[in-house]
Nanobody
Framework: QVQLVESGGGLVQPGGSLRLSCAASGIVFRLYTMDWYRQAPGKQRELVAT???????NYTDTVKGRFTISRDNAKNTVSLQMNSLKPEDTAVYYC?????????????WGQGTQVTVSS
């Protein structure tokens, strides 16, 4: 059974930092591309950051220079270091694992962790 379990969310003041983690089980983690998404109230879920199986990273423009995605294949975890947080970063953050097998996309989601940026 595949499980993705996020942790590390919470309440932080503007300008502060948080580190989110996602622990994966039930998959060959090193083969998967890992994404962090977020969804703010009343808005669509958006892709925040991606790290491929080879370690290539990509970020949405609004978090470039502030967020860093990383992975530890030995521990089957992916992390999102979030610095200089802004109120507009407030959202539920979701971990996603995806892989293309025989031209079919297979993906799994975590349950989400709340990040609130407020003074």
């Amino acid at each position: 059974q595949v499980q993705l379990v996020e942790s590390g969310g919470g309440l932080v003041q503007p300008g502060g930092s948080l580190r989110l983690s996602c622990a994966a089980s039930g998959i060959v983690f090193r083969l998967y591309t890992m994404d962090w998404y977020r969804q703010a109230p009343g808005k669509q879920r958006e892709l925040v950051a991606t790290i491929t199986s080879g370690g290539t990273t990509n970020y949405t423009d609004t978090v470039k220079g502030r967020f860093t995605i990383s992975r530890d294949n030995a521990k089957n975890t992916v992390s999102l270091q979030m610095n200089s947080l802004k109120p507009e970063d407030t959202a539920v953050y979701y971990c996603n694992a995806r892989i293309l097998i025989f031209n079919q996309n297979r993906e799994y989601w975590g349950q989400g962790t709340q990040v609130t940026v407020s003074s």
